[in-house]
């Protein structure tokens, strides 16, 4: 895959203004493409659109896809490429909407650059997007066929079988397909819940599957967001937490997701911060069933011990495993906390905890959270690429994980 040499001379001379400016230049595509597609809206997440999360991402995964094409030793965009794929798969995106998309964000280049963009400055970006955007529709393609999903009909429905009460906050949905059965997944993949919300939208939104592979359901534990600093609260978060029952069905895409727990059995490290338990809770139900002898340390941040989701399922699984140790920080009553192991005061310290040797880790929690333990571990001496992570959105780490 690379441009024409035409493409790739005009490309290069423009790049560093393109960059300069891509946030912007996104920040008039979404809004020009809403207005002309609202039904777009029914797969986008309006909630990160608001805070400019989406429009960050694409930015940034347009510009470090351009800035392959013309370095042959710049990262390998590959990764970027398929989590963004499984994203895509779990939204339900299909191959026309890249015409739709490529359109618009053409036409905010123009807006945004001005008479900077002239028809050769506007065929060589074309080109670029249409390379990016023909590999992602090829690999999303592999992706549905793969699950046996047709793309024209991407969502199945479930019933909701059971709900348990995890916290105040938290609950877990154990759901079952209405017809059929559970699409073959690998541990810490996720899924995309799509509700109609007040207001007339379809919103989607993505939750680990919290449960490892069973059969015949699959358990997703959600967080009821609640708004900070001016923010809504979380739409689905929100209509799930008041409406999803027993018996309720509800519409649920393909597993997907390209963070999943390895088959070897070398050791492996855990690490999450509140709601990014639930990837932790799927990997440790599933070697607990299937590899109870593996090397396991798990590191977990919460406010309390009451806020700690799902820690009753950990405890007996750590219990049940050879060698398996926990350390919970709490910021509020570690000293009261009744944990297995007793709690650290305050927020997650991995300085001077012990680490198997050639582990595998695993993180997933806020973005902040998991760029100082990723700086930490790799000070402890663990390689940066057996650090894998997890991200709630879109994911803004992707091309700067030293940040």
Not at 159 to 169: A, L
Not at 270 to 294: C, F, H, K, N, W
């Amino acid at each position: 895959m690379q441009l024409s040499p035409d493409s790739a001379a005009v490309v290069a001379a423009t790049a560093g203004v393109v960059a300069e400016h891509a946030e912007e230049i996104t920040k008039v595509f979404y809004p020009d493409m809403f207005e002309a597609h609202p039904e777009l809206l029914n797969v986008f997440n309006v909630a990160n659109q608001a805070v400019g999360e989406q429009p960050k991402a694409l930015a940034a995964s347009v510009v470090a896809f351009a800035v392959q094409l013309l370095d042959p030793d710049a990262p390998d965009f590959t990764p970027v490429m398929q989590r963004i794929a499984h994203k895509h798969v779990s939204l339900g995106i299909q191959a026309r909407d890249y015409t739709i998309v490529g359109r618009y964000l053409l036409g905010a280049v123009g807006k945004v650059l001005g008479d900077a963009v002239t028809p050769e400055v506007a065929a060589a970006w074309d080109e670029v997007y249409w390379l990016f955007a023909t590999a992602l529709i090829a690999e999303e393609a592999k992706l549905y066929a793969q699950a046996g999903t047709d793309p024209e009909q991407p969502w199945r429905q479930y019933r909701v079988v059971e709900r348990f009460e995890e916290s105040d906050e938290v609950f877990s949905l154990l759901l079952a397909p209405v017809s059929g059965q559970i699409p073959s997944h690998r541990t810490g993949q996720y899924v995309a819940i799509a509700v109609d919300v007040p207001g007339g939208t379809r919103q989607p939104r993505q939750y680990t599957i919290s449960s490892g592979p069973r059969g015949d359901s699959l358990r997703v534990t959600i967080k009821r967001v609640r708004g900070v600093n001016g923010a809504p609260d979380g739409q689905v978060s929100g209509w799930l937490h008041e409406n999803a029952k027993p018996g309720t069905i509800l519409d649920v895409s393909q597993p997907a997701g390209d963070v999943v727990l390895d088959e070897s059995d070398a050791p492996i490290v855990l690490v999450s911060a509140g709601i990014g338990i639930t990837p932790v809770a799927a990997i440790m139900e599933d070697l607990s069933r299937r590899q109870p002898d593996r090397t396991v340390r798990l590191f977990h941040a919460d406010k309390s011990h009451g806020t700690h989701a799902l820690y009753d399922g950990l405890r007996r699984q750590v219990l049940a495993m050879s060698d398996a140790r926990a350390q919970n920080w709490y910021e509020e009553g570690a000293e009261s906390a009744p944990t297995l192991h007793p709690a650290r005061p305050g927020f997650m310290d991995l300085t001077d905890v012990e680490l198997p040797e050639s582990a595998q880790v695993f993180m997933c929690g806020p973005l902040p959270f998991m760029q100082i333990a990723r700086r930490t571990l790799i000070g402890q001496g663990v390689p940066s690429e057996s650090i894998h992570y997890e991200v709630f959105g879109p994911d803004l780490w992707a091309q700067n994980p030293e940040g």
